[in-house]
């Protein structure tokens, strides 16, 4: 995750587990990087709700505009109200076209992802 003034936060990485281990972080692990667990390994608005809490004590600017894709598990209530106390705006993209409309997917990630490929 990254914001426009290029400033960078630590991944979120979701494990397809029911329980946490201390050892999957590692000795190499970025300090501030965020594990979640869920039993299929996707995005829960349980996990989302956790690492939000986490990112609102991390990134003090505000006001503040979040961008997510248009996946439902950021619709939780409990999300939007943190969101309003803490003068975070969530915008949600609209579902099924993010590929064309995430903004680091179509600026950043595509064309080093198309650089890549063989020829």
């Given at each position: 995750m990254c914001n426009a003034a290029g400033r960078v936060l630590d991944p979120l990485i979701v494990f397809a587990r029911k329980?946490?281990?201390?050892a999957w972080r590692g000795d190499r692990a970025l300090p501030g990087t965020f594990l979640g667990i869920s039993p299929s390994g996707w995005m829960t608005t349980e996990v989302l709700a956790s690492w939000f809490q986490n990112f609102t004590g991390l990134v003090r600017e505000r006001p503040l505009l979040l961008i997510f894709d248009g996946h439902m598990t950021y619709a939780s209530i409990e999300v939007i109200q943190k969101a309003i106390e803490e003068d975070v705006t969530i915008l949600k993209l609209p579902p099924h076209v993010t590929d064309k409309l995430q903004p680091l997917?179509?600026?950043c990630f595509g064309p080093l992802k198309r650089a890549w490929e063989l020829p």
């Open positions: 329980n946490l281990q201390s997917d179509v600026a």
